[in-house]
C-alpha cells in the first residue's frame, strides 16, 4: 500500500486534506465510542452547549450537514437527555437546540476525549507546527 | 450563523480539518462534474494511471474505502472506458486496476480542473502559507 504513495495524487493538497480528515475522524469517533456520540454528533452537542441557541437550520449550515442529517443527530441526542429542542425566546416560530445539563457534563468528557485523540492524531507535530496547521486550516475552513 | 464561529468548536483542530475538507470536497465534485467524476472516483482513476498497478484492495487501504464502494467506483470507471480489471503479472490470482489511455486523458483534464478549484479552496494562503499547509498535512495524512 505505501507504494501508492509515490504517485501524484500524493502531492495534492486536497487529497492531503482528505486523508488527514479521515484519520482524524477515526480516532475521533473511536475516542467517543464510551460516550455513544459521534464527532458528528458531538459537533452539535458543544453547539447546542454554547450561548448562542442554534436552530436546527443554522447547525445543518454551519456544519454543512443536510437538514435530515441534523434532525436525525439530535433526535439521538434528544433520545439520551442530552439536548432539548425550545421556542427561541426572540422568535416563537422557531426551535432551538439548547443543551440540558446532563448534555453539559457529557460534552465535558467529550471535549476530553477528544483532545486525547488529537494528540494521536497529531502527534508528528511540535507543538509549534500543530499551532501553525491550525491557523492555517482556520484561514482556509472560515473563508466563505 | 457566523456567531456559531465564536464558540470553542471553532478552536478544535479536528473541528476545522473537516470543515476545510468539506470545503475541498464541496469545490473539487462541483470542478468535476463535467468530466464525470467526482473527488472519490478521481482518486482512484489517478492511482491506476500509476505504474503501481494497485488491485481493488490496496485501493480500499490507500483511500480509507470500504472495499464495496471500491468496487462501485472501478464499476463506474470501467464502465465509461476510462480503467480496465486486468489480472497481476506477478500474481495472476490478484485483479489489478489499470487506466486505458482514454482515462490518462482524462485524468490529465480532471488533475488540470482540480487545481483550478484548490485556487479557490486555498485563495486565502500566500504560495509559502499553501506549501507549509501542505506539508504539515502530508506529515498527519502519511502517519500510520
Redesign the interface.
Known amino acids: 500500500?505505501e507504494?501508492?504513495?509515490?504517485?501524484?495524487?500524493?502531492?495534492?493538497?486536497?487529497?492531503?486534506?482528505?486523508?488527514?480528515?479521515?484519520?482524524?475522524?477515526?480516532q475521533?469517533n473511536a475516542a467517543l465510542v464510551p460516550l455513544k456520540l459521534k464527532?458528528r454528533s458531538y459537533?452539535v452537542l458543544?453547539?447546542a452547549c454554547?450561548p448562542?441557541r442554534?436552530s436546527q437550520k443554522?447547525l445543518a449550515?454551519?456544519l454543512?450537514l443536510d437538514p435530515s442529517q441534523v434532525v436525525a443527530l439530535v433526535d439521538d441526542l434528544e433520545a439520551q437527555g442530552l439536548v432539548e429542542r425550545t421556542t427561541d425566546q426572540a422568535d416563537r416560530r422557531t426551535k432551538v437546540v439548547v443543551a440540558t445539563d446532563i448534555g453539559r457534563e457529557r460534552e465535558r468528557e467529550a471535549?476530553a476525549a477528544?483532545d486525547e485523540?488529537?494528540t494521536i492524531?497529531?502527534?508528528?507535530?511540535t507543538a509549534a507546527?500543530?499551532a501553525?496547521?491550525?491557523a492555517?486550516?482556520?484561514?482556509?475552513?472560515?473563508?466563505?
Open positions: 500500500m507504494r501508492l504513495l509515490d504517485g501524484s495524487l500524493s502531492e495534492a493538497p486536497s487529497f492531503l486534506l482528505a486523508r488527514a480528515n479521515a484519520r482524524s475522524l477515526a475521533g464527532v459537533a458543544a453547539l454554547g448562542e442554534p443554522e449550515q454551519f454543512r471535549r477528544l485523540a488529537d492524531v497529531f502527534r508528528s507535530l507546527e500543530r501553525a496547521l491550525a492555517l486550516l482556520r484561514s482556509v475552513a472560515l473563508d466563505d
